[in-house]
């Protein structure tokens, strides 16, 4: 996770080691694990989005996640396609987690 991290944003190790600390600190607020964080951060800078947008998109998908009871990685794919199929920004993303989980409760 840690290579991946550093290739996707360019930074220093020590950067990035420092990075993980944070998903590690976001994996135990929420109940999840820091390699699913971490994998979740990779999926979306992958996909374009950096720095605070990117860690808003990470939580974004550990809430999903969690409140889904989904994979972490397949949360991440949901909220990806979701964004980028409906053109919709980056800081409406916790919007999107509301409403999917709210489709949810409702099956």
Do not use: F, H, P
């Not at 290579?3 to 944070?22: N, P, Y």
């Not at 694990?33 to 979306?44: C, I």
């Not at 990806?80 to 409760?105: C, F, M, P, R």
């Amino acid at each position: 996770a840690l290579v991946d991290i550093q290739i996707a944003t360019g930074q220093t190790r020590q950067q990035t080691r420092e990075l993980l600390v944070e998903y590690a600190d976001l994996a135990d607020e929420l109940g999840r694990t820091t390699q699913s964080v971490a994998t979740a951060s990779n999926d979306w800078l992958r996909a374009g989005y950096q720095g605070k947008e990117a860690a808003e998109l990470t939580r974004a998908s550990m809430m999903l996640s969690t409140l889904g009871m989904i994979d972490a990685s397949d949360a991440t794919t949901y909220l990806i396609s979701t964004l980028k199929g409906w053109k919709i920004q980056a800081d409406e993303v916790i919007d999107v987690v509301d409403k999917l989980t709210a489709v949810d409760i409702r099956k």
